[in-house]
């Protein structure tokens, strides 16, 4: 077996060859040939053995009309390969003709097995062939790549697969900004594969099936590692499989080609949009490329903070036409990011949850080993959305259905093409025990380390110990996982028991002595709450004077009287106009009536008291005081005006009218959960989850019911009306009837560390010394 230090010769060998095309090629731009070529002369020294035989084979078959997926069948058969060639050249053939060379590379492209072909042609290395040509720098390259012994007997596939993917991460970290959408990190990717396997006895199984799935996999980073963790460190005898969808070509290349290394089936990674846009592409509609196929883990770093407008049309469709049985039955994101599509997307590929589980995901059938989710969003997911929206929605199926078991913060700056905050998502529907009902949160913000160089807006990293020459180096990754493990409510931790070397003025300034919470447990119902339509009354006063008659006179409904509706008719448009200008005289006629009941100028502050006055002045005319009349004249603006000392207007059945400009709502915990303030309140018992309330789809809009709801938040509401609202505004009132749930998950306040100001007196003193050495100072100048 070749040994660490081996393999890493082989990459570095295949990196000083991309020196060679400094000048036609930038240092960002390398991988777009070293990478293609390192794949075929791994490819070509996996057939060298077989070729002649396989040509053999192949001549024949074709000579029997055989078509080129049963020629594929047989042969794979045969020679037990998974992938072949049949042009006549070799790597080292390839040379003997260097001016033929770009022509006989593409021809030796074209001669590999169907799916090969498909997954080189990804590269477009036919465009970086005729480039290398163009610059004569073609021979040169493929010269000293033909000198890189890649041989499966001195390098094995397990090996060869380490070459290739430092290759990629050297590569790609090269390129950080251009290839940030497609490459995580090495050390997240670890820390993400050791919380999903964490705790898992199942791995552990001998000969043991497990299907890992990334569905948007990129260049394949996050299923090597989950592969490598298993096989090197937990179970040596499982049977891993691979699954993954990538819609940029390049990547699917590199992840494509990763497999047929490692010699592992190829047709598990499939090309096109996750989400889909429906179309046909390549044989399928584009979208769901394992529709059929449920996973055991499942982990991604889906694009985040990217909408989904060409994705719209097909999401949309299928969430109103298939709810629940579809992908994204809870509701849909914003269009400006679609990262929860993706993990709604993943939940849909869960095995059934075990018997044993106490609350199976609904849909769901007991009886199966369930799944395990790891994925990376930004802040955005924990919190955006009102109640009752896409983004609440979907936090809220997660929560309710007891599926969310960690979400860990992760320290700024840990990406190559952002610098923003993330967090590892663990999701799940088979927790154990022990944590069924609650949700971990882990602040693991602190757990940085900065990076001796910048790779584009990645400046630090998570320690991952002494393994890359640095002894300094803390084990960052290991401690988070064991802060999962453990799954303990309030620990802490200062930053010199976390070890960062971090020396920004902020973190220069802070008490490294000083303990901050690093893990805290919540009940599932500590993240929802009701949101609630607070009213108060609408007060108006009237008075019937010059100055609101104008205002009538001004107003819409006072014009329209004199218009007419019809468009051809002269002579009937004539008599409508004349009729309105009519009965606009006649309106003003009764307001002059009207005036004379309030020639002393006092205000009339109950409505039903000018009602009166008007209705009596109406009767004898024939204009009507009907609901547009009264409306228009006894509105705010026209004989009316706000005023907070005046009665409540009343409806028909005798209730206050609200008056939307004093409208508010309130975001109210639920019983027992965290309350604004950060205190818990220990008297009211958790209420059931999930609550009976149906999801807002486009069928039962605006027909949800919600008694049964009411049941259980109305009193606890009324509760919170009377202790934080009534206090201050006693006329106050809830509308139940538009009452919403919302689930938000807020971070930062959960972790919120508040340093208490500095003494007055010490500030002052300070104020007083620098006042003693500028006046010191200013003395001298004169």
């Known amino acids: 077996m070749i ?7 082989h990459s570095n060998k295949v990196w000083e060859i991309a020196n060679l095309l400094r000048g036609p090629y930038r240092p960002p731009q390398y991988r777009r040939v070293m ?60 040379l003997d003709d260097p001016d033929k060379l770009a022509a006989n590379l593409n021809k030796f492209i074209a001669g590999f097995s169907k799916r090969a072909r498909d997954i080189i042609e990804k590269f477009s290395f036919a465009e970086e062939i005729e480039k290398l040509d163009d610059a004569n720098r073609l021979y040169e390259v493929v010269k000293a790549m033909a000198d890189v012994d890649l041989h499966p007997d001195r390098v094995p596939n397990d090996k060869m697969g380490n070459v290739f993917e430092d290759l990629v991460r050297r590569f790609n970290e090269q390129a ?7 490459y995580t990190p090495r050390e997240v990717v670890k820390l993400m594969v050791n919380l999903l396997f964490t705790g898992e006895e199942q791995i552990h199984k001998a000969g043991k099936v497990i299907k890992i799935y990334d569905p948007a996999c990129g260049t394949g980073g996050i299923l090597s590692e989950a592969e490598r963790t298993i096989l090197e460190d937990l179970n040596s005898d499982a049977n891993v499989e691979l699954f993954g969808q990538e819609y940029n070509a390049e990547s699917y290349a590199i992840c494509g080609s990763d497999l047929m290394i490692k010699g592992e089936d190829v047709n598990n990674v499939v090309y096109g949009n996750t989400l889909g846009t429906g179309k046909f592409k390549e044989g399928f509609a584009d979208g769901d490329g394992h529709p059929d196929e449920k996973f055991h883990y499942m982990a991604a770093n889906p694009p985040f903070g990217v909408e989904w407008k060409p994705e719209k049309d097909n999401v949309t469709k299928e969430h109103n036409q298939f709810g629940f049985n579809g992908r994204f039955g809870p509701g849909l994101p914003r269009i400006n990011d679609g990262a929860l599509l993706f993990l709604m997307h993943m939940m849909s590929k869960m095995e059934r949850p075990p018997k044993s589980y106490k609350l199976p995901a609904p849909g769901g059938v007991d009886g199966g080993r369930g ?5 990376i ?23 309710e259905n007891d599926m969310l078991e960690a979400i860990v913060g992760m320290p700024d700056q840990m990406f190559y093409n952002t610098g923003i905050y993330t967090y590892i998502w663990i999701v799940t529907n088979r927790k154990e025990p022990r944590r069924q009902g609650k949700v971990q949160l882990i602040n693991a913000t602190d757990y940085a380390w900065k990076m001796k160089k910048s790779l584009g807006d990645k400046r630090k990293k998570i320690g991952e110990g002494p393994v890359n020459g640095d002894v300094n180096e803390p084990d960052h990754i290991s401690e988070i996982t064991k802060l999962y493990a453990n799954f303990e ?10 070890g960062t070397n971090l020396d920004s003025p902020k973190d220069k300034k802070r008490d490294k002595d000083r303990d901050i919470f690093v893990s805290k447990i919540f009940n599932n119902q500590d993240f929802g709450y009701f949101k609630v339509t607070v009213e108060r009354p609408l007060r108006l006063n009237f008075i019937v004077n010059d100055e609101r008659i104008e205002r009538i006179k001004n107003s819409d409904f006072f014009l329209n009287l004199a218009t007419s509706a019809k468009r051809k008719d002269k002579a009937a448009i004539a008599d409508e106009i004349a009729a309105g200008k009519a009965d606009q005289e006649e309106l003003l006629r009764i307001l002059s009536e009207a005036q004379k009941l309030y020639a002393n100028g006092e205000l009339v502050k109950d409505r039903k008291v000018i009602e009166n006055q008007l209705k009596k002045l109406f009767a004898g005319s024939e204009l009507k005081f009907d609901a547009a009349m009264k409306k228009a004249l006894l509105a705010d603006g026209a004989l009316a005006e706000k005023d907070p000392t005046a009665q409540p207007c009343l409806d028909s059945k005798g209730h206050p009218e609200p008056d939307s400009d004093l409208r508010d709502y309130e975001s109210i915990p639920f019983p027992g959960g965290i309350l604004i303030n950060g205190k818990r309140d220990e008297v009211n018992p958790l209420i059931d989850l999930p609550l009976p309330l149906d ?14 709801l009411l049941e259980l938040a109305q009193e606890h509401c009324e509760k919170f009306l009377a202790n934080e609202v009534l206090p201050y505004r006693d006329d ?3 509308d139940y009837s538009k009452i919403k749930v919302g689930y938000e998950i807020s971070f930062n306040r959960h972790f919120y560390d508040y340093i208490e100001p500095r003494p007055l007196k010490d500030i002052e003193g300070e104020i007083k010394a620098l006042e003693k050495e500028i006046m010191k100072m200013i003395s001298e100048v004169i």
């Open 3 to 9: 040994e660490l230090g081996q393999f890493k010769e």
């Open 35 to 94: 990478i293609p070529l390192t794949v075929l002369k791994r490819l070509d020294s996996v057939l060298l053995e077989t070729k002649q035989q396989v040509l053999e084979q192949y001549e024949k078959l074709v000579k029997a009309n055989q078509d080129e997926d049963t020629i594929e069948q047989i042969i794979f058969q045969k020679f037990d390969l998974k992938f072949y060639n049949t042009s006549n050249f070799t790597f080292k053939t390839l």
């Open 176 to 182: 950080n900004e251009e290839a940030g959408d497609h």
């Open 371 to 375: 799944s395990r989710i790891a994925v």
């Open 377 to 399: 969003f930004n802040g955005s997911p924990m919190f955006t959305g009102d109640a009752g929206g896409g983004e609440s929605n979907i936090r809220r199926y997660i929560i």
């Open 489 to 498: 409510d309030g620990v802490t931790r200062t930053l010199n028991q976390i």
């Open 695 to 708: 999801y807002e789809t486009k069928k039962n809009k605006g027909k949800i019911d919600i008694s049964k």
């Open 732 to 734: 106050a009132w809830i």
